[in-house]
């Protein structure tokens, strides 16, 4: 073994020279070497950082503009169907086309001043390339009774994602045409996807702005260093511009939801901030509380924190993965947006962070406020904390317990449906189109049913339909433009696009219309997306559970606390869907928040949000319980893993958990609902998960199970890769 001085002297040899495990007085694991290789090639990995950011970052501008918004439809279902017919033989008089609805003030809307901007609305639509036919407004169905307004259709002459593109270069010049008594609003899905893209966009980037200051001062209280708590904001700022111009490439191949990066922004800060922090709290420790050289403190790191962030890591995508079940455009590419992100985040902090901290090494207190050395590796407060949940573990486990209970009971009465209109701003041109429509041709004008069928079914569908109680008029049969022999039918529903009773519509007319008859439209194609959501949830929240369970045995090697930890995070979450329910459905706080109650939780919340919550709860499980194991395989004495692991890791899921509800919070405070709806689901998550699962439920389970939460049958252990977390 040589000595203290010698290994220091070897530490700082010639960079091309591959590690050796003398200079380090161990031989370090997988990661440890790949932190030690990359002290050693220092340029080469700061050069490919460098490629990387700097290549892919230039298209990450182009983020916004190239993504759309589009893709919310359920694959192979019926109301696709009829969209894609309607588009190619009926003119693109389809879901996806854009509807501008002209109103006059004074007089006829077809007379005087009205009749020009009608003109001008015909020429400016006539003239764009991606629109299909034209067709100006019809007496007796785009034409309202009193004359005041009409609405000109704008065929889709392009793929959904493209008419969200058509709308907006062109809804600008629609709405500057109103005037002298005349309003022009464009509207329809088209329109309403590039408003709530405009809308979203604003709200985010201001959401950002206040979240990054909020962020970086709760890191200085948390680190007592400027430095130290600037690095994890940067790491994660490479990451998230590495993945924001990767999601623009890929587009080109396959379409991706510009939600993909909105929530891939939201939730890699939040994640890539505690995977930094781990890692810069341990390398710190190691220095400042160890005195190890920077290479042994690199190598300490990865073989410990840097191996709890990897699982983590690796259970966040594992979790997502799952949403890719769900055959929907718009779930499979969040879902891979996010992804994305986490994996660019998680290669800078596996790669790139450990280089940073070697060459700051010390400086990292650069900035210092009184407490730095509270960064040294046992927190004192917290080891207090752990041996008062010792002594009293029924007493704190039951409080937590009854809380978490208390708040996830109201998730039983949780209703959920698709957006209404209500996501949009009330000046936004898209819903002040739609609010005319109604005006001028009743309540479920807006979600006019299209339905395509054979022409020798003609009369029996139109028959049908006008028969249904639940519409209040069809317009007759529009023959395709081709030879297809089917016929395009227009039903007004009685009833809101959001209101539940068409749905109740919809399956009694697909019940008894001809076989040949297909229903659609854009609101019918929200409700085909809400069946096949309710369909997908319990496959997904199986899946997310077992491969969560699998992940956490596989990283513990002890079947029962991989699965009370798995059943706690279960709990959070029901919780966090609990007080969802209180505030969206049921608008607890509503004005203070700033939204308008729509009477249910959006839905693809459930879905795509348990697994977001349970991929977070699963990455401060896997901090605590890694922590513990190493606290275990070191002394063999659940105390010192119960205590021991709070002292070491409880100071940092604190400072990680603060981070994330800021974070998520601040994008809760402005911007349409979902945005906002993922902000306080996910902040409430991480707020109940860190500070009463993680900080109180958790080790209370680890007391009271004692050695049996680390005993693992022989078995398993020969059938487990051997994961431990031990240093040296």
Do not use: C
Request: net charge negative; glycine share 8%.
């Amino acid at each position: 073994m040589t000595s203290t001085a010698t290994r220091r002297h070897a530490a700082h040899r010639s960079p091309d020279r591959l590690p050796d495990p003398d200079d380090l007085g161990y031989r370090p694991g997988p990661l440890g070497r790949l932190g030690v290789w990359v002290t050693h090639h220092r340029r080469l990995t700061a050069a490919i950082w460098v490629l990387l950011v700097v290549g892919l970052g230039v298209f990450a501008p182009k983020v916004e503009a190239n993504l759309s918004g589009a893709g919310w439809q359920a694959d192979g279902s019926e109301s696709v169907a009829v969209r894609e017919l309607a588009t190619e033989s009926f003119g693109g008089n389809a879901s996806s086309a854009i509807q501008v609805v002209v109103h006059s003030t004074d007089g006829p809307v077809t007379e005087g001043r009205g009749g020009d901007v009608l003109d001008e609305v015909t020429a400016l639509l006539e003239s764009e390339p991606r629109i299909a036919e034209v067709i100006a407004p019809q007496p007796g169905a785009s034409l309202s009774q009193d004359g005041s307004t009409a609405v000109v259709l704008a065929g889709a002459g392009a793929d959904p994602n493209e008419m969200v593109r058509v709308a907006d270069d062109i809804k600008g010049e629609l709405e500057a045409l109103s005037g002298d008594g005349v309003e022009v609003n464009p509207t329809g899905a088209s329109l309403l996807w590039s408003d709530f893209n405009e809308a979203n966009l604003e709200a985010m980037l201001k959401s950002e702005m206040l979240s990054w200051p909020v962020t970086l001062a709760i890191l200085v209280l948390a680190f007592g260093a400027l430095v130290a708590a600037g690095l994890p904001l940067i790491l994660t700022l490479a990451g998230l511009v590495a993945s924001a111009g990767s999601l623009v490439l890929i587009n080109e191949l396959v379409p991706v939801s510009i939600w993909a990066m909105n929530f891939a922004m939201m939730f890699a800060l939040a994640l890539g901030i505690d995977y930094a922090l781990f890692l810069v709290v341990r390398f710190r420790a190691a220095r400042m509380g160890h005195h190890e050289t920077a290479r042994q403190a690199i190598a300490e790191t990865m073989d410990t924190a840097g191996k709890a962030v990897l699982l983590s890591g690796i259970t966040v995508l594992v979790s997502l993965s799952a949403v890719m079940l769900v055959p929907s455009p718009s779930f499979r590419s969040m879902a891979g947006g996010i992804m994305l992100a986490v994996t660019f985040v998680l290669a800078a902090t596996l790669t790139l962070l450990p280089l940073v901290l070697f060459s700051l090494d010390h400086r990292i207190n650069k900035l210092a406020l009184k407490w730095v050395h509270t960064g040294e590796h046992r927190s004192p407060k917290f080891a207090a904390w752990g041996e008062r949940l010792w002594k009293r573990p029924v007493a704190f486990g039951l409080a937590a317990l009854v809380v978490l209970l208390a708040l996830a009971a109201p998730v039983m009465g949780l209703r959920t449906a698709m957006p209404s209109i209500q996501v949009l701003p009330e000046e936004a041109s898209a819903r002040v189109g739609y609010d005319r429509v109604q005006e001028a041709f009743g309540e479920g004008a807006p979600g006019t049913l299209q339905v395509v069928a054979d022409k020798a079914d003609a009369e029996t569908t139109y028959d049908a339909l006008v028969a249904d109680a639940g519409i209040a008029g069809a317009m007759p049969a529009q023959p395709a433009t081709d030879d297809s022999g089917t016929v395009l039918f227009q039903a007004v529903p009685t009833v809101d696009p959001s209101d539940p009773a068409l749905g109740e519509t919809v399956d009694r007319l697909r019940a008894e219309l001809p076989a040949s008859a297909l229903v659609g439209g854009a609101a019918v194609e929200n409700l085909d997306l809400k069946t096949q959501l309710d369909e997908s949830t319990p496959l997904v929240i199986g899946v997310v559970l077992a491969l969560g369970f699998l992940l956490l045995l596989v990283a513990l090697q002890a079947p029962l606390i991989s699965l009370l930890g798995t059943l706690a995070s279960l709990l959070s979450t029901a919780a966090a869907f609990g007080v969802a329910r209180l505030v969206f459905q049921d608008g607890i706080g509503a004005d203070l928040l700033g939204f308008e109650s729509q009477g249910f939780l959006d839905a693809w919340a459930p879905v795509f949000f348990f697994a977001m919550i349970f991929a977070i709860a699963m990455d401060y499980t896997v901090f605590l319980l890694a922590s513990a194991k190493e606290h275990y395989e070191r002394s063999d004495d659940p105390h010192e893993a119960m205590v021991g692991s709070l002292a070491h890791s409880g100071r940092v899921i604190f400072a990680a958990g603060a981070v994330m509800v800021a974070v998520f919070f601040t994008f809760a405070l402005s911007g349409p609902l979902p945005p906002k709806e993922m902000g306080i689901v996910l902040g409430v998550a991480v707020l109940l998960d860190a500070f009463l699962v993680r900080l109180v439920l958790l080790p209370v389970m680890l007391r009271l199970t004692g050695r049996a939460a680390w005993w693992s049958p022989r078995w398993l252990t020969r059938v487990l890769p051997t994961i431990t977390f031990s240093h040296g």
